[in-house]
Each structure stands twice: as C-alpha cells, then as structure tokens.
C-alpha cells in the first residue's frame, strides 16, 4: 500500500483530493495532510509518504526548495505538483530537480488520475528508467533521467542555495541549524552534503566566508583590527587571529600592510 500525502493551502482541495479520489485504484491511501509549507514538511518526514501531492506557492515557503530538499532526503518519493503558479521556466527547474507531474489549476481529475496512474506504476518497478515529463503548454521535456540523476541536481541545488544563504549571512550567529532551515533540510543532511560537495566542515565554510569580508575591510585603514573581526561575526579577536592566519597564511595586520604597499 502506497503512503499519499496531499499539501495545499486551499482547504477545500485538500479536503476534496482526500476523499474524491478512488485511492484503492492505484494500491493507495492518504497517511497525512498540510495547510501550509512548514506543517507539511513535519508531516511528511513522520509519515514518509510514498507520493506527495502538494501546491509550490504557498506562504513563507520556497517551492523550488522544497521540491529539492525532499528528493535529496527522500530520492524515491514521487512529487506531484498541483499549483496555480504558470511560469514556464519555474516548471521546468521543478522538473530537473525530480518532480514526476507539473499540473496547473484547474486540473481535470483524469490528469490528476493519470499522474498517480504513473507515479505508482514507478514505485512498483523503482529501477525503471523515468519517461518524459510533460510541462503545462509545451510538447514536452528530453528524455528522462535516472532517479539518480534527479537526486545529484537536487543535492547541488541544496548546496548552491546554503553557500549563498552563509555568504550573505555569515557575520551574523550563525548555525548550521540555521542554514538548513532555510534548504529545509535537516541539519545533519546538510553537513553530510556540505563535507560530500566542498571537502569542508561548515565550521570552515563559515570562517572562509568571514576572511573574505575581512579582507575586503581591511582595505579601510580607519578600521581597527578588532572592528573588523566583529563585524564579520568574530566575537573573540584572537580567534579571528588564529583563524585569518589559518586560512591567508598571514596575519591580518600583515595582509593589511602588504595590501597597503600593493595599491
């Protein structure tokens, strides 16, 4: 018995999905369903349902995100994508990160019947390769990937996405609990792929990210090299010390006249 759980912020299309679909059909039942993004990402991770039915723009949540946190964490899980949100390009990244069907509001039921006709017939033989995916309005996509393929994009997405989140964030307390809310990950998911991808700790990718604000600020001879360690989130000046040197080969101070004598 396949596991089916449905996300949207429509209650009534939650509600009617529920119990106007012939779950049995397809070897199926509905173990759980969400209001919103966050409530959806719980209840999914403590059912671990087989096939997901869910909307993308929904409050405080970030579609794309999601869609990749779940096929890295959960590569088998089937998504099918029932949303009211018409960009072309938006369900095309949503499909290249392993979404199995992009309907748009309104679908016809026989679409929706159809999908999971697909989706449960993938679940039964795992190992086939996926078919080609239809995008609304368009004649289709290329040849299908493994789910392999599908889980490698989501797990570059998620990197690319939490690299971006620590740069722009990292003078602030940051946690990798932090980051990995914002990719909707766990956070012991994340490090396993930040460490897969980079070679690095996420302690080192903070601190990298930290040198390179303070180099750009120690170009700025009226900061101190105390003010320049807190503002790029050191709040200890001889850890940032031992940690510049670490990574420049130098000290600060030592960066800052070579840099000085240079321009």
């Not at 998620?158 to 971006?164: F, G, M, S």
Request: hydrophobic letters at 40%; aromatic letters at 8%; a negative charge.
């Amino acid at each position: 018995m396949f596991r089916v759980a449905i996300i949207d912020d429509e209650p009534l299309i939650v509600e009617g999905l529920c119990r106007t679909l012939p779950w049995e059909k397809w070897n199926c039942q509905v173990a759980g369903s969400a209001y919103n993004g966050k409530e959806g990402l719980e209840m999914i991770r403590q059912v671990q349902p087989n096939i997901i039915i869910t909307d993308i723009n929904m409050p405080e949540l970030d579609g794309l995100k999601m869609i990749a946190a779940l096929k890295s964490e959960f590569p088998d899980m089937q998504l099918i994508i029932l949303t009211g949100y018409r960009e072309f390009e938006y369900a095309r990244e949503a499909i290249s990160l392993g979404v199995a069907r992009f309907l748009l509001k309104p679908s016809k039921m026989s679409e929706l019947e159809e999908a999971l006709e697909e989706v449960t017939k993938r679940l039964a033989q795992s190992d086939e390769f996926f078919p080609e995916v239809p995008l609304p309005d368009s004649e289709g996509t290329d040849e299908g990937d493994k789910d392999l393929t599908y889980h490698t994009e989501a797990n570059s997405f998620i990197v690319k996405n939490a690299l971006e989140y620590i740069r722009e964030n990292s003078q602030e307390k940051l946690r990798l609990v932090d980051v990995a809310d914002q990719v909707y990950v766990s956070q012991w998911h994340l490090s396993k792929l930040l460490n897969k991808h980079t070679g690095k700790t996420f302690s080192d990718i903070l601190n990298s990210a930290r040198i390179d604000k303070a180099k750009e600020l120690l170009g700025d001879p009226s900061l101190r090299i105390y003010d320049v360690a807190e503002m790029v989130g050191f709040q200890d000046l001889a850890h940032f010390s031992r940690v510049f040197k670490k990574i420049e080969g130098v000290s600060a101070n030592e960066y800052r006249n070579t840099r000085s004598r240079s321009l």
